[in-house]
Structures are given as structure tokens and as C-alpha cells.
């Protein structure tokens, strides 16, 4: 399935902004996580949306310049 959807660059911006500190979340309840099964899901979740970050980083190369600019 295709979806075609549109976004402004501040839109862009905000959703990566978003994505990049609910991945630095994700890390950090990762390393204070003791049991197995949740620990799994938070993997699989940081697998998630790493692909997201660079899918939006792909798309609008100038996310990836200001995320590392802040």
C-alpha cells in the first residue's frame, strides 16, 4: 500500500525533532530495563525508529545537518 502524504519542512522538522528524543528515551529506559521481554520490545523499538530518523533524514538531508547542529 501507497500512501501519499505531504508535509510542510517545519512539519518535517517538528516530527523529526520528536523522533530523535523519543529515541534517546528509548536508550535510556533500555539501560535502566531489567527484564528480558521488555527489553526486547525496547529493541525493537529503537530498531523502529532509527529507520524512521533516516528514512526522514533521506528524504530532507537538511534534518540531518540541523539535528547535529543542536
Known amino acids: 500500500m501507497s500512501i501519499d502524504l ?3 519542512d517545519d512539519e518535517l522538522a ?3 525533532l520528536l523522533l530523535t ?3 534517546e528515551s528509548s536508550r535510556v529506559e ?3 530495563t531489567a527484564g528480558r521481554p521488555y ?3 525496547i529493541k525493537q523499538r ?3 525508529e532509527e529507520a524512521l ?3 526522514l533524514e533521506n528524504a530532507v538531508p537538511s ?3 540541523a539535528a547535529r547542529a543542536n
Open 46 to 48: 529503537l530498531a523502529q
Open 21 to 23: 528524543q523519543d529515541l
Open 53 to 55: 530518523l533516516a528514512k
Open 14 to 16: 517538528r516530527l523529526h
Open 63 to 65: 534534518l540531518r545537518t
Open 6 to 8: 505531504r508535509f510542510t
Open 30 to 32: 533500555l539501560h535502566h
Open 39 to 41: 527489553r526486547e520490545y
